[in-house]
């Protein structure tokens, strides 16, 4: 299965660190998670409603990300960064990668995948840098 993740270039890598460090949506502070979308387009809307529109980026990527092994589990990960690390863990790790409704396009997904979690396998097919077009960042 392949995933699309945007990021900035800095933290182009499959490690989880920044969502380990400050949680997100989807897993708790403790908890290494990437962030991926099913499509280009959803992973850029993704990122979209969360940067400063005051300037146009350009130090982002997308990346083109290969997961192996077993297709992603489907869960509802609503409330799941309330969750102790060993709560989280114990609910979630028999996936390595979960699949999610994206709360954006909620017949879309986003998936999430957990580099600590047992069977996880991934591999970056491709990055490159991601230009916006500068008519997202238009003031009105």
Avoid at 2 to 7: L, S
Avoid at 19 to 45: D, E, H, K
Avoid at 46 to 69: N, Q, T, W
Wanted: charged share 20%.
């Amino acid at each position: 299965m392949t995933t699309y993740r945007v990021v900035r270039r800095q933290f182009a890598g499959l490690s989880g660190e920044g969502a380990r460090m400050y949680g997100g949506r989807c897993n708790p502070p403790g908890i290494p998670a990437i962030y991926t979308s099913q499509s280009i387009a959803l992973a850029v809307l993704e990122i979209l409603v969360h940067i400063d529109k005051s300037e146009v980026p350009d130090d982002y990527v997308v990346m083109a990300i290969r997961f192996a092994g077993r297709r992603a589990g489907r869960s509802d990960l609503t409330g799941a960064n309330q969750f102790t690390q060993d709560r989280f863990k114990a609910s979630f790790y028999r996936w390595p990668v979960l699949r999610v409704a994206s709360v954006i396009v909620p017949r879309e997904f986003n998936f999430v995948a957990l580099p600590d979690a047992p069977g996880f396998a991934a591999t970056i097919e491709w990055m490159e840098p991601l230009s916006f077009d500068r008519r997202l960042f238009a003031s009105q």
